[in-house]
C-alpha cells in the first residue's frame, strides 16, 4: 500500500489529486490522508471517496502514516514552487522521518526525493506523467530551527508566507503578513509577539478569551484565502436536529452537519467560512456580524433561509445571545425560524441591519 498525504484545497480544486489516485493506484492499493482542515471543503467538491481526514499537523499525520507504510508521497500544491517544497522539508525535518518520502509539488509539477531509496516503479510511474524530477532547492535551510525558546518564552517561525497575506492561528486571523518569514512568540499560553506581521487585536483577543494556545502544536497558516483557485460547490443534504453556537474557528465545524439544522455564527470572517461551508450541506446559519470582515474567504455561498445580524459589536452581542437563548450550552432544540425572531428581539438598539437570504 502507498500513502499519499494532501493538503490544502488547490491540489483538489486543481484536480490533481484525483489525477495522482487514478495513477498511483494502478501499480499498488492507496491510503489517502488530508492533514488537518484547510482542504476539506475542497474535498467534498473534488467528489472524491475514502479520503481519510487526520484533524492534525501534517508532521503528525506523517509520522502516523510511516508507521504501518512503506511508500509515502506527499502531495501539494504550495503558493510558489519555492514554498511547496518548503512546506514538505519542513514537516520531514518536524517528524524527524528518515525513511523513503517523495513529494509532488502540483504547483511547477515536479517531484523531489526527500529521502533515499524510493521506489523506482514509483518514480518511473511519476515520469511517465510528464511529471520531472527535481533536486531539493538549494534555498531550502535545513539546519534553522523552527520551534525554540528562550528567557521562558516559546518561538516558532514560518518561512512561507506572502506580504499580505493573512496570518490565522488555529483558524483565526491575527495579523497581515510584512514579511515571508514570521516569528510567533508566546509566554505561557498567551501569544505576545508576532514578528514580521501587522497584528490584529481582536485575533489574539479571541484566542486569550478561548483559553490561550499551546506555540509548538497549535496550527498556523497565512493564505490570501481559504480557496486560490476556482471551484463548483457540491451539495451533500443532511437531516440534523440541533442548532449548533459556534463563535471561532469556523473550518472545525465539518464533525457536526450530520446533528445539525442550523448554526449561530459570531464574527464576519466565521460567518462567511461557515456559511460557505454549510451551504454544501444546505444548512443555514444566523450570523452575527459588525462589519469588519477581512475577507478572506471570497465568493462564500450561503444557504436560503440564513440571516445576518449587523450589531455594534458582534463578540458582547454574540455572548447575550449565548447566555440568555442558547443557556451557555453549545446546542439548543429550537424552531429555526422562532430562533431568527428571537435574537431580533433581544438585538434591540444593538442591531444596525438585518440581511435575509
Request: hydrophobic content about 40%.
Amino acid at each position: 500500500m502507498i500513502g499519499l498525504l494532501f493538503h490544502g484545497p488547490e491540489v483538489f480544486d486543481s484536480m490533481w489529486a484525483k489525477k495522482i489516485i487514478n495513477t498511483i493506484k494502478k501499480i499498488d492499493s492507496v491510503k489517502c490522508v488530508l492533514a488537518g482542515t484547510m482542504g476539506r471543503t475542497a474535498v467534498i467538491d473534488s467528489g472524491l471517496e475514502n479520503i481519510e481526514f487526520w484533524d492534525e499537523m501534517p508532521s503528525n499525520c506523517l509520522s502516523r502514516m510511516a508507521l504501518n507504510l512503506k511508500d509515502i508521497i506527499i502531495v501539494n500544491y504550495g503558493k510558489t514552487l519555492h514554498s511547496g517544497l518548503t512546506f514538505g522539508n519542513m514537516i520531514i525535518k518536524r517528524a524527524g522521518l528518515k525513511i523513503p518520502i517523495l513529494q509532488i509539488e502540483c504547483s511547477h509539477p515536479c517531484f523531489v526525493e526527500w529521502n533515499d531509496n524510493n521506489n523506482p516503479v514509483i518514480i518511473s510511474i511519476l515520469q511517465k506523467m510528464g511529471i520531472k524530477q527535481k533536486k531539493p532547492h538549494k534555498q531550502i535551510d535545513t539546519d534553522s530551527p523552527l520551534v525554540w525558546k528562550k528567557n521562558k518564552k516559546t518561538y516558532r517561525k514560518i518561512t512561507t508566507a506572502n506580504i499580505n497575506d493573512f496570518v490565522l492561528v488555529d483558524g483565526i486571523i491575527v495579523g497581515t503578513a510584512l514579511k515571508t518569514e514570521i516569528v510567533f512568540v508566546s509566554k505561557g499560553k498567551h501569544l505576545i509577539e508576532i514578528q514580521g506581521a501587522q497584528i490584529k487585536e481582536h485575533g489574539i483577543e479571541k484566542l486569550e478569551r478561548f483559553g490561550g494556545i499551546d506555540l509548538e502544536t497549535i496550527k498556523l497558516t497565512t493564505s490570501s484565502f481559504l480557496r486560490r483557485t476556482e471551484h463548483i460547490p457540491r451539495i451533500k443534504k443532511t437531516n440534523g436536529t440541533k442548532i449548533t453556537f459556534i463563535d471561532h474557528a469556523g473550518m472545525y465545524v465539518y464533525n457536526l452537519t450530520n446533528d445539525t439544522k442550523g448554526i449561530v455564527t459570531v464574527g464576519d470572517d466565521t460567518t462567511s467560512i461557515v456559511g460557505d461551508i454549510m451551504y454544501r450541506f444546505q444548512i443555514p446559519v444566523i450570523g452575527i456580524i459588525d462589519g469588519d470582515e477581512d475577507i478572506i474567504h471570497k465568493k462564500a455561498h450561503i444557504t436560503p433561509g440564513s440571516m445576518k445580524l449587523t450589531v455594534k459589536a458582534d463578540d458582547i452581542f454574540g455572548l447575550k445571545v449565548f447566555r440568555e437563548i442558547f443557556n451557555n450550552k453549545k446546542n439548543i432544540a429550537m424552531d429555526f425560524k422562532v430562533l431568527k425572531d428571537q435574537i431580533i428581539k433581544i438585538a434591540k438598539n444593538d442591531l444596525v441591519k438585518i440581511q435575509h437570504y
